[in-house]
Structure formats: structure tokens, C-alpha cells
């Protein structure tokens, strides 16, 4: 398939040079909160965590990371501008406009994968999402919250992609562009997921269901969480970390999922430098 064409202008009621910024750099770089994304990077390895969160090091972001930001930006105003399956070039438009603006800032301005992407991006996954989503109500799109965890000094932030009505039921959805598909253990034991029905439930939204979107598959997956597992993974995950974190403990992960020489830092540690 060919590469995405080199749009440079978005639709007229789109500020292309705000949305580039707002996807670039985004509030987890200077909020002192913990979120879902936060708490991941550190379980995977604390190393990478402080030299991301405390040292502040910044690296050029993957081409894949940055595809993903990009479609979760044009989701985001198909949303806010209710366009429907007649906006597909409008989405198209839009996509590669946003993907040229900020292509350059990743690893590889060139990588071939990350412009298929985009390509099936605008011509498969957006139609399909357009016309997916036929039937739905919003009740919010990127809703970005802040709450306290009780019975701790702890700070959650994070942002829910959408949350939506359909069928009389309240379902909080989010969006992964990633090529793996999620199993039913992987999607069970989502932190992610559980962290957005635990914020949805403390501002009073308590759905019926969560849900993953696979973009590149054109599917969704769905799944619950109790109250009482949500306790135990505050209990047993978030709050440990949280401790190990104001404890000042980041040590290196030499048994990360993917290995040290897939880290952005991996240059700048002792250990990683060895991989």
C-alpha cells in the first residue's frame, strides 16, 4: 500500500498547528500525578521511569507511539465536530495533515511502517470507525480528570477516550491502534482499563461495561471490573508504586518485556548500554 500523501492542510475549522502542540506535549510531562501510563512505565522498569518523569530526559518518540497520538487526535474531533461516515475525507484530511505536521519530531521521520499505518488509517480503520459508531451518544470524549485516592496522599490523573450511551448502556471505550490484539486474560487484567472504571465511577458515571477498540482490526473487545477488584489493584498496585516512587527506588528492569535495547534511555543506563 502506498505511504499517506503529504497533506499540509487540515479542515477549515481545525487549528492543525494547536492540535500538533496538544500532541506533543502532553500534561503527563509536567504534572506531578500518577495515571495509568505513568504506573505502566514504572512496573516495566522504574529506570526508565525516573529518567523520563524525574529527570525529565526527553527523546524523540516512536513513529508507532506518534501514529497512535495522531489517530486518537482525529477520533477526538470526529467526536467534538459530530461528523459521520459523509466526513471520511474530512478524517482523511485531517490524519495526514496532523501525521506531517508532526512526523519529524519521531525517531524516524521515514519509517515505512508507521506512513502505512496512517495510509490504513485513512483508508480503512476511520471509515470503518465513522460508521462503527452510528447509533452512539456521547457522554464524553477525551475527559481528563484528576482525583484523590482515599485514605492516601495520593493524586490519579489521567484521560478517558470516550465514554458513550448505546442500547441504554454506559459503556467507557478506548481506543489502541497497536498490532496485538487483546486477549481475555490481557484484557481482564488491564490497568489501564480498571483505572478509567474507577475514575468513571468517582465522577458518578458507572458503566455497564469497558470496552477495547482495535482500530487495525476493525473490532471491539469488552469487559467489566468490580468494585472489589478495583480495590485490590489500588491496594496491591497503584499504591505500591506510589510508595516505591516517593521512596526514590528505580532500579533497572533486566527482564522487561521487550528487552533494553527497545527503550528510548537504554543509552543513558548502565544496564541498558550492555543490551
Not at 14 to 35: I, K, N, R
Not at 111 to 116: F, G, I, L, R
Not at 203 to 212: F, K, P
Amino acid at each position: 500500500m502506498s505511504a499517506a500523501p503529504e497533506l499540509t492542510t487540515a479542515p477549515a475549522d481545525v487549528d492543525l498547528d494547536a492540535m500538533a502542540e496538544g500532541l506533543l506535549h502532553t500534561y503527563h510531562e509536567s504534572s506531578p500525578c500518577l495515571g495509568p501510563s505513568k504506573i505502566n512505565t514504572y512496573l516495566s522498569c522504574p529506570r526508565k521511569y525516573e529518567y523520563q518523569y524525574i529527570e525529565k530526559v526527553r527523546r524523540p518518540r516512536r513513529p508507532a507511539a506518534t501514529v497512535g497520538s495522531v489517530v486518537h487526535a482525529v477520533v477526538e474531533h470526529s467526536h467534538r465536530a459530530h461528523w459521520s461516515p459523509a466526513n471520511t475525507e474530512d478524517a482523511a484530511e485531517l490524519l495526514t495533515a496532523l501525521w506531517n505536521a508532526v512526523k519529524a519530531e519521531t525517531e524516524d521521520p521515514h519509517d515505512y511502517e508507521a506512513d502505512k499505518a496512517i495510509s490504513d488509517a485513512m483508508n480503512i480503520w476511520l471509515p470503518w470507525y465513522l460508521i462503527w459508531c452510528r447509533g452512539t451518544v456521547d457522554i464524553a470524549v477525551e475527559e481528563t480528570w484528576k482525583l484523590p485516592v482515599a485514605g492516601s496522599d495520593l493524586v490519579l490523573q489521567g484521560t478517558i477516550d470516550r465514554i458513550y450511551l448505546q442500547h441504554g448502556m454506559t459503556v467507557v471505550s478506548d481506543i489502541k491502534t497497536g498490532k496485538r490484539i487483546p486477549s481475555g486474560l490481557s484484557l481482564a487484567n488491564d490497568l489501564q482499563l480498571t483505572l478509567y472504571s474507577w475514575a468513571a465511577r468517582q465522577m458518578g458515571l458507572q458503566e455497564n461495561t469497558l470496552e477495547i477498540v482495535a482500530m487495525r482490526s476493525q473490532g471491539s473487545v469488552m469487559t467489566t471490573r468490580t468494585d472489589s477488584y478495583i480495590a485490590a489493584v489500588l491496594e496491591q498496585t497503584v499504591l505500591p508504586v506510589h510508595e516505591q516512587i516517593m521512596a526514590g527506588r528505580f532500579p533497572c528492569n533486566t527482564q522487561s518485556q521487550y528487552g533494553c535495547s527497545w527503550c528510548s534511555y537504554h543509552t543513558l543506563c548502565p544496564v541498558g548500554r550492555g543490551s
